[in-house]
């Protein structure tokens, strides 16, 4: 048998490798404390449930969806941007479902991308970020977030001749892995960097609601320059803990909408009726209940606190549900996180899973209970 030359050119899905290391451990009696994956372990809204069994009723749930989605879903998610981020929506043109942000960023670069061009992407970064582009047989070139920039792009930094081979941009805030929020000027300064280099901008929104003070993250439409230049890929999954519902938007530039849709059209058929019916049904609630922040900032504020105890200092991170902890010992992060895990039967994510600019970390995910972190951290201490 002979397969594509291009599924050579991707890594196993980070995720993927670490279920699989996990299931064979747990299989040999191991005790493996799972710090690794950001999947939302408390249960969604019981309503949600509720109202997604009564829609699978429906006699047309079970009928074909289409691509571009149900009109009174459209105008559901306009009304939420419109409420949530003061930003108004087309939801004939500047809206459109998505299996999930994961489906719809790698389709993204598979509609905007040519072997030859370039994707400039956030190093650290969601990994289909970097995997979409390969599926699409071309290439990425890192924009490093760095802790001495507050995690932000340097824009400044970008070679003119790298600038002028990239056709899309993505970030995403509040950022996945380092829990970094956007300073107030990025997005203009995202909006002017398109606007000179020809660039499409895509922002990766699936922590809008995951913010430890204040307000929801801003939605990078609010500026009109971004906005003229991009999409937003907002997710319900980590907002709502519905990761396995597959719930996902592109919203923003109507160009970029409907290529994103008429790639679609060859790929998935679109969202399950039910789905779309209930996911409808939700935007327009303003007492379903969000994300457990409290319950996160309590562990974020607990494992901050024991890992500074044991010798591993970290910064409370302002949004997302992660610690990007820096590694105490000059080990590397992938040979850091293996000995963990042989060691301490405790798996944490290594850094450069998410690029280069991720060495030198490991991230923890805080989708696990107060007792379980606390002894996850207890036994990385008794290795260090
Ligand atoms: C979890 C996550 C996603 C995936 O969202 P889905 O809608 O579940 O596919 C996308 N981007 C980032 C940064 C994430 O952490």
Redo the contacts with the bound molecule.
Sequence with gaps: MRFSDRMGTIPEYVVARLNRAIAEARAGGIDVISLGI?DPDLPPDPRLRERLALEVQRDDAARYPTNHGQPALREAVADYYRRRFGVSLDPATEVLP????????AHLAAAILDPGSLSLIADP??P?YAGGPLLAGAASMPLPLLPKNGFQPDLAAVPPEVAAQARLLIV?YP???TGAIATPGLFAELGAFADKHDLVLCH?H??AEIVYEGDPAPSALADPTFRSHGIE?L????TYSI?GW???FAVGNPSVIAILQRLKTQIDSGMFPALQRTAAWLLGQTDVAGPPLATYRSRRDLACQQLQAIGMPVAPPAG??YLWVPIPTNESSLVFAERLFAEAAVVVTPGNAYGAAGEGFVRIALTVPEDRLGEAIARIGAIL
């Design positions: 950001g998505l299996l999930g942000a994961k489906e719809g960023l970064g969601y289909v995403g950022n996945n892995p990766d699936a922590y890929i997710s319900l999954s980590k990761p597959r719930i996902a997302g549900m």
